[in-house]
């Protein structure tokens, strides 16, 4: 049974950092793509970053280039999503993908 777990959320001022985690289980991270989205309700869920199987190629959305960084660290099966100098636009519910496998999410509420 695959399982994907995020985590790191939470409440941070504008200009601040969080980092998130997506534990995954019952799947090798190291064979697969990982993906992060994001979804503010009413929206339809957005495209955040994605990271090859080999970690050696990323991709970001035009709205997070230069202040996001995705990775992965496959000994211990978990991805992470850096997230700098935090706008309140970037408030959402983060979702980990992996294989067509969706985690719960984990929310960020960026606000003074």
């Known amino acids: 049974q695959v399982q994907l777990v995020e985590s790191g959320g939470g409440l941070v001022q504008p200009g601040g950092s969080l980092r998130l985690s997506c534990a995954a289980s019952g799947l090798t991270l190291s064979a697969n793509s990982m993906q992060w989205y994001r979804q503010t309700p009413g929206k339809d869920r957005e495209f955040v970053a994605v990271?090859?199987?080999?970690?050696?190629?990323?991709y970001y959305a035009d709205s997070v280039k230069g202040r996001f960084t995705i990775s992965r660290d496959n000994a211990k099966n978990t991805g992470y999503l850096q997230m700098n100098n935090l706008k309140p636009e970037d408030t959402a519910i983060y979702y980990c993908?992996?294989?067509?496998?969706w985690g719960q999410g984990t929310q960020v509420t960026v606000s003074s």
């Open positions: 990271i090859s199987w080999k970690g050696d190629s990323t």
């Open positions: 993908t992996i294989a067509s496998n």
